[in-house]
């Protein structure tokens, strides 16, 4: 785009007083708590046991204030939405055209396991909030084994939350015993010269990466610290650089969502993740994000409450990145 030599400006605005926050918060629970629709993922054995009337919501701000209402210190598999910090993670590590040129920045279109989408596009995972995209981002996870990578992912995303994040082995062994289309799909990838390691081992550190465990509270800190240019904003520690952050929430606004990104974006206006345990991370640059917390889903995969609450505190709370309000001039003595 010839606009390497230009400094990347920000402007973004803040959010209202402490108070207010946390009023909203409790609104946005206390408005959706009841809602029924939804089906928990059984596709995951582990998780179709999981109570469906759990319900959290967290915001973190980027100046180290947290909100929350409901079940926010439930922890929970992260699922996909670590692939957006194991991206930030690569990103860091090999720079953004390395990274784009490897794994791609368009949305498919289709869903997130899709063969056809790999294979319309000559191998090339389009995406990496994808799995095929995800395969190939976590293939090039810094580390000279697979326990090495593993244990880079592990950190990073514990840098992200601000505290030391473990592995739930119920649903890594759960995963691992129904992950066949993965399997398939990084063999495509191998293929196509896109994964250069042992495509079953590079599964093998997706699937521990997916099964992490976090809480609406970790998934706001997280998203919190891609809105604070990659300082985490309660433990003051830089974790990734502002041009990583961007290129992720920018990433996650087109395709975060699925083949719902669009509608998403249209209703809600923030980058966001989601996953099939329940989680939403959903970010406004320069202000903070939200966690969310509720294990039924919609057809896509993406939490039904969290969805709800994620929109209403959108609104509310004046973060979607394309609303704006009419500017009235304030006149001056030299103007009429």
């Not at 400094?7 to 609104?27: F, I, K, M, N, S």
């Not at 947290?66 to 720079?95: P, W």
Request: hydrophobic residues 40%.
């Amino acid at each position: 785009m010839d606009v390497d030599d230009v400094e990347q400006v920000a402007a973004t605005g803040a959010l209202p007083r402490w108070d207010r926050v946390e009023h909203l918060v409790v609104e946005a629970h206390a408005r959706y708590r009841d809602h029924a629709a939804g089906d928990v993922a059984d596709y995951i054995p582990v998780l179709a046991a999981v109570d469906p009337a759990l319900f959290g919501v967290s915001v973190a701000v980027v100046d180290g204030e947290l909100h929350e209402a409901g079940d926010t210190g439930v922890e929970f598999s992260v699922q996909s939405i670590s692939k957006a910090f194991v991206y930030a993670l690569v990103c860091e590590a090999y720079g953004h055209e390395t990274v784009r040129d490897r794994v791609g920045v368009n949305n498919t279109g289709l869903p997130f396991n899709s063969v056809m989408a790999l294979e319309l596009n000559d191998g090339h995972p389009m995406n990496p909030m994808v799995n095929a995209g995800a395969l190939a981002t976590t293939a090039m996870m810094p580390g000279g084994t697979p326990a090495e990578q593993w244990e880079n992912v592990r950190t990073g995303l514990s840098r992200f939350a601000g505290r030391p994040l473990e592995l739930d082995g119920v649903v890594y062994r759960s995963e691992s015993e129904t992950n066949i289309r993965n399997r398939a799909i990084a063999r495509l990838l191998e293929s196509y010269g896109r994964i250069e390691t042992d495509p079953l081992e590079v599964v093998d550190v997706y699937t521990r990466q997916c099964a992490l465990r976090v809480t609406a509270r970790d998934l706001a800190v997280m998203g919190a610290t891609l809105a604070d240019g990659g300082v985490n904003p309660v433990t003051g520690e830089r974790v990734v650089s502002a041009q990583v952050c961007r290129d992720t929430l920018a990433v996650l606004a087109s395709t975060g969502l699925y083949e719902r990104s669009g509608e998403w974006l249209f209703e809600i206006g923030l980058p966001a993740k989601s996953g099939v345990a329940g989680g939403i991370v959903a970010v406004a640059p320069g202000k903070g994000a939200i966690g969310t917390f509720s294990p039924p889903l919609d057809s896509a995969g993406n939490s039904v409450r969290g969805q709800r609450a994620t929109a209403y505190l959108s609104r509310a709370l004046g973060l979607n990145l394309f609303a704006s309000s009419v500017h009235v001039p304030e006149k001056s003595e030299s103007r009429p």
